[in-house]
């Protein structure tokens, strides 16, 4: 019987190296991508549109525009930094309370354990040599309850930075975007036409991108992404145009 379940285990292991799932695991980036670029091509764009809305000439709106892409990247990275700093000031909170319980209660905390096993319908008399074995092993044990009790995963610790940079970087690169024909064509009536139809692309592109990556629709993500940004500068726009007036 200790030949054949021994055998079980090496066919497991055998069939987990084999199998190899396709599973994404770059979602804080991408999240941080997201959040960048859609505001990036958002916000110049509809800053832009709002100074063609009261008629401004192009330089002016490129410089406007190159200003906010600089402030704005700016506030976005330091957001972020804060964001993940936070999480990672939480989680080391909330390990440094753990630890102190298993410490100084760790009978309750063993129970805790099952209470844990038993919401994926582990019997009891199957859980005990899981609670043994674990007691016997403290930082296999905080691993555990750190990620089945309070749902928390040890962050990287260079994420803070990581996340400031990729988000700002994702800002420029999508707020430079609907300012590009204003390089290139000096009159703002003209130069928005373009802006429009090139962010708008953008958009759709970004938002097939976003689609695809997180699992949605991409064609759905697509067209809504896009329809987010002309809403945003069609407001600007017409905001503009009644101030004007």
Known sequence: MA?????D????????????????????VVRDIIIGVSDGLTVPFALAAGLSGAS????????????????????MGLGGYLAAKSEADH????LKREQEEIITVPDMEAAEIGEILEQYGVEPHEYGPVVDALRRNPQAWLDFMMKFELGLEKPNPRRALQSALTIAVSYIMGGLVPLIP??????????VIASVILTLLALLVFGFAKGYF???????SALQTALIGALA?????????????
Not at 91 to 94: A, H, L
């Open 56 to 75: 401004a000439s192009s330089s002016i709106i490129l410089t406007a525009g190159i200003a906010e892409v600089a402030a704005g990247s700016i506030s």
């Open 3 to 7: 030949e054949n379940g021994s055998g």
């Open 91 to 94: 989680y080391m909170r909330e």
């Open 214 to 220: 997180t699992g949605n629709k991409p064609f759905s």
């Open 9 to 28: 285990v090496e066919k497991q292991k055998l069939l987990l190296h084999q199998h190899e799932e396709k599973h994404f695991m770059s979602s804080e």
């Open 182 to 191: 204003y390089m290139f064509i000096p009159i703002a009536r003209e130069a």
């Open 233 to 245: 500068s069609a407001a600007a726009f017409t905001f503009a145009k009644l101030v004007r007036a």
